[in-house]
């Protein structure tokens, strides 16, 4: 397995990719907008998310051609990747959603652990587009908690206060 490291800075939206100190990649999410590109080794894809309450993304690639899907789940912990007519699945490891790993019935496996600006992936896959997708649904994920948490704590306010 090799592994990844990706780091985020506080004021940016874009995920940056190292191996052996060089940058591969970055995965930068533009914002007030539905879109996020990605790129790697090269390589460039683009996501396009779409839903408010069944949230779902489209993946395409360089020539805007549609190459995969993602599906997520209600409860933030899962989500399915259709992915060149291939199914891969995601999901948290952790309590406290610190890890997470992704993999497909070929035995090809991601496996992430990160804090709030860096984490390592480790990995035996050789596409670029599934650790890409595998961090745009951590983004994706860690995007969503303060408005979901503010969902939750804002009823709780009125009560008690």
């Known amino acids: 397995m090799k ?42 894809f683009k996501y396009y998310s779409k839903g408010f309450f069944k949230r779902s993304s489209e993946i395409y690639d360089e020539s805007d051609v549609k190459i995969g899907d993602i599906k997520f789940t209600a409860w933030k912990r899962k989500a399915e990747i259709h992915l060149n007519s291939n199914y891969q699945y995601w999901r948290y490891n952790t309590l406290f959603n610190t890890k997470w790993v992704m993999q497909n019935d070929k035995q090809i496996q991601i496996n992430s652990s990160a804090n709030t600006f860096s984490g390592s992936i480790e990995t035996n896959a050789e596409d670029e587009i599934s650790i890409l997708t595998g961090l745009f649904v951590t983004n994706h994920y860690r995007e969503n908690i303060i408005p979901v948490g503010l969902a939750v704590l804002a009823p709780l306010c009125l009560i008690i206060f």
């Open 3 to 44: 592994t990844l490291i990706w780091k985020k800075s506080i004021f940016t939206n874009t995920y940056k990719i190292y191996s052996e100190s060089k940058e591969i990649g970055q995965l930068t999410k533009h914002k007030f907008s539905a879109w996020s590109e990605a790129e790697m080794n090269g390589k460039k």
